[in-house]
């Protein structure tokens, strides 16, 4: 193993590492356009509330402002419990797994910004859900400015609801479907799929796909 490659192996095997690179980062890397342009607007508006309420030097106020505007925007607009699963703190109930997905079908069923809606990753590939699993969800929002907004607004809220019910969810959002990784193992579960854009991509890369109720009754 080369120098560079135990040096990442270290940082990703070691949780205190793997926290600060989590909180630097927080998967902008993976981002689309209008999700990171959300992201970042969103923590200037957080850097200008925390640079008006706190008091002292200018320096002190603007190195204490990014610090507490990248930790809010961490901890409710990133994905912390699912990281949670790599620290040893995340532990959820497989009987919350289908609820959730429920309720937020009920959620964005009628938001016109949300198009499609897929669950993939282990889930995807599993059984069904243990309790150290995590649920990674693409959302393919509409065309144009208008729903591009309401599209991050929407994913905000499911990162923030997510947050806060301690559930490990890892939700992108994408402008569409080309932009989504595809691996042949994986059988994606559908939850929203507006003019069939989600079975109509898979189809012509030669894989299928499952309904929330499909999957409900395979496991």
């Known amino acids: 193993m080369s120098t560079g490659s135990a040096l990442r192996y270290y940082l990703f095997q070691n949780k ?8 630097l980062f927080q998967g902008m890397r993976s981002m689309g356009t209008a999700d990171l342009t959300g992201k970042v607007i969103f ?15 200018l320096i002190y106020r603007i190195t204490i402002s990014l610090i507490a505007a990248h930790t809010v925007n961490w901890l409710i607009n990133a994905h912390f419990w699912d990281l949670g699963r790599f620290m040893g ?7 919350r797994f289908f609820p959730y ?9 009628q938001n016109n910004s949300i198009v499609a809606i897929i669950v993939i990753g282990g889930v995807s590939r599993n059984a ?4 150290t699993s995590d649920v990674d969800m693409i ?19 499911e990162r923030f609801s997510a947050f806060f019910r301690k559930f490990p969810l890892h939700v992108e959002l994408y402008e569409n479907m080309s932009s989504v990784r595809h691996r042949n193992d994986e059988v994606p579960i559908v939850l929203k799929d507006v003019g069939n854009i989600v079975s109509y991509w898979y189809k012509k890369t030669g894989g ?6 499909d999957f409900d009754n395979q496991t």
């Open 16 to 23: 205190i590492s793997l926290l600060l690179i989590n909180w």
């Open 43 to 57: 923590e200037i508006l957080f850097f200008g509330f925390f640079l008006f309420i706190f008091n002292g030097s």
């Open 89 to 95: 703190i995340t532990r959820t109930s497989p009987n």
């Open 101 to 109: 997905l429920r309720k937020m079908m009920s959620r964005i069923s």
């Open 128 to 131: 069904g859900f243990r309790e």
């Open 139 to 157: 959302f393919i929002r509409g065309k144009g400015f208008k729903n591009a907004v309401r599209s991050v607004l929407v994913t905000v809220r």
């Open 208 to 213: 299928i796909t499952r309904s929330l109720d």
